[in-house]
């Protein structure tokens, strides 16, 4: 069984920066891509960043590209959303996922596991 456990949200001014964590357990982690998502209030759940299996490759959407980097530690099975000139439109809940196969990219329905989320608020 699959477990995602997202830490490091919170309140931050805008300009500032967050560091998340996701810690998995349940499969080999190393095996399988790891993304980010986000839903604000109203509206639907996004795609924000996806690291592939190795760490090697990685892909962002377009509004948080430059300001955001993900990254991944196999010996810990930890991936990591670094949030940098975070902005008011950032505030929502953030989510860790991996897809049930080999898949790498961010189209949502190919995620099958997911964390809880931790709520990031950006003020102004």
């Known amino acids: 069984q699959v477990q995602l456990v997202e830490s490091g949200g919170g309140l931050v001014q805008a300009g500032g920066s967050l560091r998340l964590s996701c810690a998995a357990s349940g499969r080999t982690f190393s095996s399988y891509a790891m993304g980010w998502f986000r839903q604000a209030p109203g509206k639907e759940r996004e795609f924000v960043a996806v690291?592939?299996?190795?760490?090697?490759?990685?892909l962002y959407a377009e509004s948080v590209k430059g300001r955001f980097t993900i990254s991944r530690d196999n010996a810990k099975n930890t991936v990591y959303l670094q949030m940098n000139s975070l902005k008011p439109e950032d505030t929502a809940v953030y989510y860790c996922a991996t897809p049930g196969t080999n898949y790498y990219g961010g189209r949502i329905t190919q995620y099958r596991h997911w964390g809880q989320g931790t709520q990031v608020t950006v003020s102004s």
């Open positions: 690291v592939s299996w190795s760490g090697g490759n990685t």
